[in-house]
């Protein structure tokens, strides 16, 4: 695999060896199930009087692994830990916890198949997508790394103020808060938990992460990464829990300096609005939903347009932040780029994830299951179901949460689902009489994390300059709003899609991690 290069963008054609080493790993992933974790607080393993079991989406009947409840106690004892591990670890030079953290990169390389196929089995995610996630997250990590070291650890000599009779000397240096906590959720456990906290410690931070109660495995092994790296004890704490009593009591801790979110919109404004009920106002990184559209041309190449949508809307069971949800066609292409993406989601396979030809796993839960059931049966009334439209229950499908990759059409444009994050596979399309017309209905929604375009050359600069979006991309066959890779699309959102305006993988957001002092000498 020495010349293959792993991202979301090349992962259509991999080399047969990536298949024979994750089939390996699924098998031995599959000899633990039932194995019981504990959490990581201050470098010990901590169990809980409660349990709870995590199951496989698609197949309910299997338990994949035992956790910890964690109560208000654990997440005080987390932030405790943190907060005492933080002076010696802050005043380590970033040199070196940049070894320390290139060290855990390096793990994770190790461990890539091991850990993308606990993503298949937790989270429903087709092999490709999990081997996705995982090598992710040591992309973003080192590029943590790198930024820190590009910028030499953010120490900027300023200049000389002039001052007569003496010699002054001027420093700018950007130093870490204290401790962050990392709240993740389901769909991309390992990068979105990864990814932050790397950032976060390579800053000189401490850590509490909290997966989403669906995936607490991932990033149990995950955190196993940074604890086997070397790093101190209490500087990366991993506690499970439910986001309503554990998550809670994080976010409630006065002690916690800042923290990064990601996860849906609602529960984001709650975490951001009593987060802010603290003394003061801390670094608050929300990384919330999406509505995403995708724009046709009267001049796209209906092919690469087809299947760029249908890749992105169906990637992961649309189950992505960055999910195209909604497609606006213009009127001479409609009925071509329409039936040509009916046609290709009719031929998208639905099934075991694990399975090396499916597409489309299970969505993650009881509570996605219903909720698209009750979107599917809306929209067979307001509008016309193209494909799709029903939850799958014969033979294999009998215990799992598997959907059909559903199309809507004729949806009047006043429905509260063209606006609503539905976070399943169900893309609506629309036509539209002029390319004006399709911006202002993309634009015209409280999200802003995604959008694609298929045209002219000239069109796609004007469809850069008028989306309102923080990632976007022009004729994109590989995926119309989704397959960001860190150093290449750099990943963030506007509006009610993200707080800090600045995307993570970029040139400005290790900085979210730090805040300045200046450091002003006179001899
Ligand atoms: P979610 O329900 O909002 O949960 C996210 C995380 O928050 C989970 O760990 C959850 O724990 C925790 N949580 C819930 N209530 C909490 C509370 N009161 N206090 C503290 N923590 C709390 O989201 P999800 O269903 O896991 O993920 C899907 C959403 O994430 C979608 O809206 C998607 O668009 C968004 N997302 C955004 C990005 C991005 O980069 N912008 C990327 C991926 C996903 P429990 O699981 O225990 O409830």
Redesign the pocket.
Same mark, same amino acid.
């Given at each position: 695999m020495s010349n293959f290069e792993l991202t979301y963008a090349t992962m259509f054609d991999p080399p047969e060896e990536l298949h024979t080493r994750y089939d390996e790993a699924l098998a031995n992933a599959r000899s633990l199930s039932g194995t019981e974790y504990g959490m990581i607080i201050n470098g010990k393993e901590s169990f809980a009087k409660h349990k709870f079991k995590s199951h496989n989406p698609a197949n309910t009947e299997e338990i994949l692994a035992v956790f910890q409840t964690g109560t208000a106690k654990d997440a005080n004892d987390a932030i405790a830990a943190a907060k005492a591990a933080f002076p010696s670890w802050s005043r380590l030079s970033w040199q070196e916890r940049v070894i320390l953290l290139r060290k855990a990169a390096e793990i994770m390389d190790e461990r890539l198949f091991e850990i993308a196929a606990t993503i298949s089995l937790e989270v429903g995610k087709n092999r490709m997508e999990a081997l996705g996630d995982i090598a992710e997250t040591p992309a973003l990590i080192r590029w943590a790394c790198d930024e820190m070291e590009e910028n030499q650890g953010f120490v900027v000599q300023m200049g000389k103020d002039p001052l007569v009779g003496y010699n002054a000397t001027n420093y700018s240096v950007l130093r870490p808060y204290g401790v962050w906590l990392v709240? %993740?959720?389901?769909?991309?456990p390992a990068a979105?938990t990864g990814g932050p906290v790397g950032a976060a410690l390579v800053a000189g931070n401490t850590v509490v992460m909290?997966?989403?109660?669906?995936t607490p495995w991932t990033v149990r092994l995950l955190a196993e990464c940074f604890v086997d790296a070397g790093l101190p004890q209490g500087v990366v704490n991993y506690v499970t829990g439910?986001?309503?009593v554990l998550?809670?009591a994080?976010?409630d801790n006065p002690d916690v300096d800042g923290l990064t979110?990601?996860? %849906?919109?609602d529960?984001?404004m709650?975490?951001f609005r009593s987060f802010a009920q603290g003394k003061y106002i801390r670094p608050t990184i929300l990384?919330?939903?999406?509505k995403n559209p995708a724009i046709v041309s009267r001049n796209a190449d209906v092919e690469r347009a087809a299947l760029g949508i249908v890749r992105s809307a169906f990637g992961l069971q649309g189950q992505k932040?960055s999910a195209c949800s909604r497609v606006f066609i213009e009127e001479p292409l409609y009925d071509q780029v329409v039936d040509r993406v009916v046609e290709l989601t009719s031929e998208l396979k639905v099934g075991n994830p694990t399975d090396r030809s499916v597409y489309l796993g299970p969505v993650v839960n009881s509570w996605s299951y219903r909720d698209f059931l009750k979107f599917t049966d809306e929209l067979k009334e307001v509008g016309t179901i193209l494909t799709g439209g029903e939850v799958l229950t014969e033979g294999s499908f009998i215990n799992g949460y598997f959907c059909a990759p559903t199309i809507a059409a004729d949806v009047p444009l006043e429905n509260h689902l063209w606006k609503d994050?539905m976070?399943l596979p169900i893309t609506m399309v629309h036509k539209v009489e002029s390319l004006g017309e399709a911006m202002a209905l993309a634009n015209d929604v409280d999200y802003g994390?995604t959008s694609g375009f298929y045209g002219s050359e000239e069109e796609s600069q004007w469809f850069f300059e008028n989306t309102q979006a923080g990632v976007n991309y022009a004729n994109r066959p590989q995926g119309a709003t989704t397959g960001a890779w860190p150093g290449y699309q750099p990943?963030g959102?506007w509006k009610g899609?993200?707080s800090s305006g600045k995307n993570a993988g970029g040139h400005y957001y290790l900085q979210l991690y730090m805040h300045e002092k200046i450091q002003s000498l006179v001899e």
């Open positions: 709240i %993740s959720p389901f769909n991309f979105l909290k997966p989403a109660t669906d439910s986001g309503s998550g809670k994080l976010v979110f990601t996860g %849906s919109y529960v984001g709650g975490i990384e919330l939903g999406g932040c994050e976070f994390l990943f959102g899609s993200g």
